[in-house]
Nanobody
């Protein structure tokens, strides 16, 4: 069973920055998996935000392109999301997950979600 633990969220003013972290543990982590960040605002569905391939290539949703940067540290089974120029509409619980990139971007299926980390951007 894959375990996902997110951290780094908080309250920030519009225009500010945050860096989120995701650590993955569990069996079969030697496979070449992609990692993705997702977010879910209150009352809305969980949406794909950014993803990174095992090879380092990246994908972003249009809403965060140019403001967010995803990276990963394979030695730590970790992924990071550097968020800059945050806007109130970025307010959400942020989650990570791993798997095939096309499945991550297109609705799964997904491993069991972690608890997420809350990001709140005040105007």
């Amino acid at each position: 069973q894959v375990r996902l633990v997110e951290s780094g969220g908080g309250l920030v003013q519009a225009g500010g920055s945050l860096r989120l972290s995701c650590v993955v543990s569990g069996p079969r982590l030697s496979e070449s998996y992609s990692m993705g960040w997702f977010r879910q605002a209150t009352g809305k569905e969980r949406d794909f935000v950014a993803g990174i391939y095992w090879t380092g290539g990246t994908r972003y949703s249009d809403s965060v392109k140019g403001r967010f940067t995803i990276s990963r540290d394979k030695s730590k089974n970790a992924a990071y999301l550097e968020m800059m120029d945050l806007k109130p509409e970025d307010t959400a619980v942020y989650y990570c997950n791993i798997g095939d990139m096309e499945l991550l971007r297109n609705g799964g299926p997904f491993n069991t979600w972690g608890q997420g980390t809350q990001v709140t951007v005040s105007s």
